[in-house]
C-alpha cells in the first residue's frame, strides 16, 4: 500500500506522506517501501468501518 498512500496524498517522498497521514489521522507503520497501511486504519480514519462500528461512531447509512 506504500503506493497508494503516495497517490492519496499526492507525496512524493516517504517522510511527506507519513506528515500527510498524521494530519489525517491515518494509523501507518514503516516498510522497507516507505510507509504503509492497512483498510482498516483508512477506515477508521474517516470513522467508518468495524473499528469505527465498536466505538458507537456512526454509520454512513445512519446519517443519511
Known sequence: M???LRELSGKTTPSAVRRWARTQNIRIKD???GPWTTLDALNESL?????ARRSE???PDEVI
Open 2 to 4: 506504500p503506493g497508494q
Open 31 to 33: 516498510g522497507a517501501n
Open 47 to 51: 470513522g467508518v468501518g468495524v473499528v
Open 57 to 59: 461512531s456512526y454509520r
